[in-house]
């Protein structure tokens, strides 16, 4: 046999032996009935858990604003806080809904004749009450971590309606109205707490 045919003949024997080996396995269950594969609800692990973020439901009607990209940095400085001060997503939910209230998430400086007394910041804190010196409340961790001071001084926070926890360390002239932005706080929350 010349050695082009015996090259071809135990080339194909290989590709027979090969294709076996491979089809074998395959071909010898091709007769076991499967499984039915049955939809499973699809869970976002990177994600908070919106009944964590919003336990008692939102309250009332909600409000909500297109965030501008100096709001959206607002927001992560505020989440960023949150979990420096060694707190849960909820705390970050109640500290952004404060802060749509307070400013719409805009870090005020001293606004003149438009100025609540001398607030300043993302959450409308004031120097003569305590709150820091102008420099440290119009900076955004300083001014969220002194909020989430007070809130952590709030016996039960975790467990109350968030304009109740808001208020009792805010405690504003508009009591009810930190409620209204719940949803929009939750989903920012839930959007940048792992991003």
Same mark, same amino acid.
């Given at each position: 046999?010349?050695?082009?045919?015996?090259?071809?003949?135990?080339?194909?024997?290989?590709?027979?032996?090969?294709?076996?080996?491979?089809?074998?396995?395959?071909?010898?269950?091709?007769?076991?009935?499967?499984?039915?594969?049955?939809?499973?609800?699809?869970?976002?692990?990177?994600?908070?858990?919106?009944?964590?973020?919003?336990?008692?439901? $939102?309250? #009332?009607? +909600?409000?909500?604003?297109?965030?501008?990209?100096? *709001? &959206?940095?607002?927001?992560? @400085?505020?989440?960023? %806080?949150?979990?420096?001060?060694?707190?849960?997503?909820?705390?970050?939910?109640?500290?952004?809904?404060?802060?749509?209230?307070?400013?719409?998430?805009?870090?005020?400086?001293?606004?003149?004749?438009?100025?609540?007394?001398?607030?300043?910041?993302?959450?409308?804190?004031?120097?003569?009450?305590?709150?820091?010196?102008?420099?440290?409340?119009?900076?955004?961790?300083?001014?969220?971590?002194?909020?989430?001071?007070?809130?952590?001084? $709030?016996? #039960?926070? +975790?467990?109350?309606?968030?304009?109740?926890?808001? *208020? &009792?360390?805010?405690?504003? @002239?508009?009591?009810? %109205?930190?409620?209204?932005?719940?949803?929009?706080?939750?989903?920012?929350?839930?959007?940048?707490?792992?991003?």
């Amino acid at each position: 046999m010349n050695t082009m045919l015996r090259k071809s003949v135990l080339g194909i024997a290989g590709l027979a032996f090969t294709g076996g080996v491979f089809a074998g396995p395959i071909a010898a269950h091709a007769d076991t009935p499967t499984m039915q594969a049955k939809p499973v609800a699809a869970v976002q692990a990177d994600k908070p858990d919106m009944g964590k973020l919003i336990p008692h439901g $939102v309250q #009332g009607a +909600q409000s909500r604003i297109d965030l501008s990209d100096e *709001q &959206t940095a607002n927001a992560k @400085a505020i989440i960023a %806080a949150t979990k420096k001060a060694g707190l849960p997503e909820r705390a970050a939910v109640i500290s952004i809904a404060t802060s749509l209230q307070e400013s719409k998430l805009e870090n005020l400086g001293h606004l003149g004749d438009r100025n609540d007394h001398d607030s300043l910041g993302l959450f409308q804190q004031r120097p003569s009450s305590g709150w820091g010196t102008p420099e440290q409340i119009t900076d955004p961790e300083y001014s969220t971590l002194a909020f989430l001071k007070g809130l952590k001084q $709030v016996d #039960g926070w +975790q467990d109350m309606p968030l304009t109740e926890a808001a *208020q &009792t360390v805010q405690v504003s @002239a508009y009591p009810d %109205a930190y409620a209204q932005w719940e949803q929009q706080a939750a989903d920012i929350v839930a959007q940048h707490w792992n991003s």
